[in-house]
């Protein structure tokens, strides 16, 4: 699924190199020892939130022959966009994904639909949302409903939530926290 055209998102390209690893050994064992070191730096790059370096990082990597690039890794990625309000950065991942052909659903897409509702575009979050192929997760209509209330769309939250009840789905602690906090502002 296409949710957006590729060619209007930027690209990876335009973040500079990182510095060459000279003092990892080389051969099979080199290059496996650099893959889990630079997984282990980009994990703690995007845990830290230093977004910037894990760009760098990222880009640096794909070239890199037997550089397997996870689902997991872009998640880490778009939650580090999300903590740090870089909407273009999130838009580059979504390039990405895009571009490599990933499978936007479960876990890849929640955390996607959930970086453009951090970042305050909601339309780009309901796109996100609409295309799901699992609608039956509480996390993605938390996501959405939680973007609506963060900034200001309280009655799309409250339709959001109705329609959330008429497709039978159970609403959790979350979601009710959610809908209070909501209905305190009106």
Request: net charge negative; proline share 2%.
């Amino acid at each position: 699924m296409e949710l957006l055209n590729f060619q209007n998102l930027s690209h990876f390209r335009n973040i500079p190199s990182a510095e060459n690893e000279k003092t990892m050994p080389r051969g099979e064992f080199g290059r496996r020892r650099r893959a889990a070191s630079s997984n282990e730096e980009f994990k703690n790059l995007c845990e830290n939130h230093k977004l910037r370096q894990a760009l760098v990082l990222l880009s640096t990597n794909e070239n890199e022959p037997n550089s397997v690039i996870s689902s997991s890794s872009y998640g880490l990625l778009l939650k580090a966009c999300s903590k740090k309000r870089a909407l273009q950065d999130g838009r580059q991942v979504h390039a990405d994904l895009i571009k490599r052909g990933f499978e936007f659903e479960g876990f890849l897409q929640t955390t996607l639909q959930n970086m453009y509702a951090e970042c305050g575009s909601l339309d780009l979050a309901r796109r996100v949302f609409d295309g799901s192929s699992d609608r039956g997760s509480i996390v993605a209509w938390n996501s959405m409903i939680g973007g609506y209330c963060r900034f200001g769309e309280l009655q799309e939250a409250l339709v959001l939530f109705c329609e959330l009840m008429e497709e039978g789905l159970s609403p959790d602690q979350f979601t009710f926290s959610i809908i209070i906090e909501a209905t305190e502002r009106i």
